[in-house]
Nanobody
Framework: QALLVESGGGLVQSGGSLKLSCAASGFTLNYYAIGWFRRAVGKERELISCISSTDGTTYYADSVKDRFTISRDNAKNTVYLQMNNLKPEDTAVYYC???????????????????WGQGTQVTVSS
C-alpha cells in the first residue's frame, strides 16, 4: 500500500524555521513529481511548491518564494520542505502529494495529485 507521511510540523515564533519531511512507503518517490500543499483555516488548499523527479526543477508559489526550499533525497525516499523566515500567515496544515496514477515526473503541467499524506500542523506565533 502506497503511503505518504509528513512530519516536522510544530509551533514556532515568527521569523523562525521548520523543516518538513514527506516520507514514502510502498512505492518509490523517484518516479514522481512531489508537491507540497497547505490549507489554512477558512481558506482553499494552496499548492506552495513542487519538485520534479527528472531534473529537480522546482516551483514555488509567490507567497513562499525565497523563504521555502523544496528538496528530495531519493536514497531516503523522502522529500523535504525547508521553511525559513516563517510568518503567522504560514500557519496551516501542510500536506505532500504525489501523482501516482498518472506517473507524472514533472511539475509542469500541474500534476493530478492522487496520493496524499495525512498532513502536519504548522503554527507560527507573532
Amino acid at each position: 500500500q502506497a503511503l505518504l507521511v509528513e512530519s516536522g510540523g510544530g509551533l514556532v515564533q515568527s521569523g523562525g524555521s521548520l523543516k518538513l519531511s514527506c516520507a514514502a512507503s510502498g512505492f518509490t518517490l523517484n518516479y514522481y513529481a512531489i508537491g507540497w500543499f497547505r490549507r489554512a483555516v477558512g481558506k482553499e488548499r494552496e499548492l506552495i511548491s513542487c519538485i520534479s523527479s527528472t531534473d529537480g526543477t522546482t516551483y514555488y508559489a509567490d507567497s513562499v518564494k525565497d523563504r521555502f526550499t523544496i528538496s528530495r533525497d531519493n536514497a531516503k525516499n523522502t522529500v523535504y520542505l525547508q521553511m525559513n523566515n516563517l510568518k503567522p500567515e504560514d500557519t496551516a496544515v501542510y500536506y505532500c502529494a504525489a501523482p501516482i496514477v498518472s506517473v507524472q515526473a514533472t511539475c509542469d503541467p500541474a500534476p493530478e495529485y492522487d496520493y496524499w499524506g495525512q498532513g502536519t500542523q504548522v503554527t507560527v506565533s507573532s
